[in-house]
């Protein structure tokens, strides 16, 4: 099979056109060499994808290729056969049988595609079940510059069907866009699968779990999010308060208040947190900042009870669920971090 397609003369003009693109690619390279290999590899997947489509060369198609290809550019990694068939799976996930008629949208995916790396490309399409969703994490990648371990981590905690998804009145309490961004903000369920907790914790020591991995806490909560403090004290008329978590939000420009429940959301919640981002905007919000918005993470909620306690609070508030899938057992607890672990870890965060 593979000699009687090298003497095919369609084959043939197929491969030298192929190695002609290939190191035209090269040249370019030098200056946009991420660009350019996705822009190649989308054009060698298309022509491939086209010759099976028009030809009869076979299943010993892809791997003559392959071995043609390393042969002429031996210093190109690119052209296993394992790659070469994901590079055909990859374009076969954008330009799908049953989106024949969208063309349009398949251009302004490539253009967003290109700019990513091939890893990213790869890990995208594979753990997305749908176009939408993988536009998603492209678009994400891109914005926010994740690196592959960022993104790995993002897609296996699903933050696709979680961002946006909590319950807030911020439509009726923040201006637009303000409230858009602040509703894609925030998630639920919050994913604290990074924690190690006793079976039966309380408030305080989920507050302690997550202040000790403060990194991985500000990654869970997303892009923009400034840790200030934990029980973070503010006085108002000679009386002392303490916000369970504080941060600033360098893209909304507003602080926000982080209240833990590991318990039911109950509406009186609501009321405590409404006074602490009164307090919050009364105290500490400069003049360019936008208004204190409030996050009330609990152990489960009913929709309907956090709209009624929602409906009529001014102060803009979301409420989200929180997940932890490991829970220690009470003999290990001794092995959680000690004092000077969690100093440093907060060291780290701040350097």
């Known amino acids: 099979m593979n000699s009687l397609l090298k003497k095919d003369k369609g084959y043939v003009i197929f491969i030298c056109q192929l190695k002609e693109r290939i190191q035209s690619a090269q040249i370019k390279a030098s ?3 991420n660009r350019e290999l996705i822009t190649l590899y989308w054009e060698i997947a298309r022509q491939i994808v ?14 003559q290729m392959s071995k043609d290809l390393q042969d002429e550019f031996p210093d190109m990694k690119g052209f296993s056969l394992r790659n070469v068939k994901y590079i055909r799976q990859w374009y076969l996930f954008w330009n799908t049988e049953k989106d024949k008629g969208q063309q349009a949208v398949a251009q302004s995916v490539k253009q967003l595609v290109l700019q990513i790396p091939w890893g990213h490309n790869l890990l995208i399409i594979s753990k997305s079940k749908n176009h939408e969703e993988a536009v998603f994490y492209v678009r994400n990648t891109i914005e926010h510059n994740w690196s592959r371990s960022v993104l790995t981590h993002h897609i296996e905690s699903n933050l696709f069907g979680r961002e946006g998804k909590s319950l807030t009145n911020f439509s ?12 894609q903000t925030l998630k639920d369920p919050y994913i604290f699968d990074f924690l190690s907790l006793k079976k039966h ?7 302690n779990a997550l202040t000790r991995q403060v ?9 923009g999010f400034s840790f200030i403090g934990r029980q973070y004290r503010i006085t108002v008329d000679d009386e002392e308060f303490y916000i369970d978590l504080l941060f600033y939000h360098v893209k909304m420009h507003c602080y926000v208040v982080v209240e833990l429940k590991t318990v039911n959301f109950k509406p009186e919640f609501v009321g405590k947190l409404n006074f602490y981002i009164s307090a919050v905007d009364s105290i500490l ?7 204190t918005i409030g996050i009330l993470i609990c152990k489960s909620k009913r929709k309907t009870v956090v709209e009624y306690a929602l409906k009529d ?5 979301g409420v989200s669920e929180y997940y932890i899938s490991r829970v220690l057992p009470e003999n290990l607890k001794p092995s959680l971090p000690t004092v000077e672990e969690i100093e440093a870890e907060l060291d780290e965060l701040e350097a």
Do not use: C, M
């Open 50 to 63: 086209e010759k099976q489509k028009t030809t009869q060369w076979g299943d010993g198609f892809l791997s």
């Open 201 to 207: 914790y309380d408030e305080k020591e989920l507050e």
């Open 285 to 291: 919000k400069a003049e360019k900042d936008n208004s």
């Open 31 to 33: 200056v946009r060499v």
């Open 172 to 183: 009726t309490s923040l201006p637009s866009p303000q409230s858009d961004l602040a509703q």
């Open 215 to 223: 990194s991985r806490f500000l990654l869970e909560l997303g892009t």
């Open 313 to 317: 609070t001014h102060k803009p508030i």
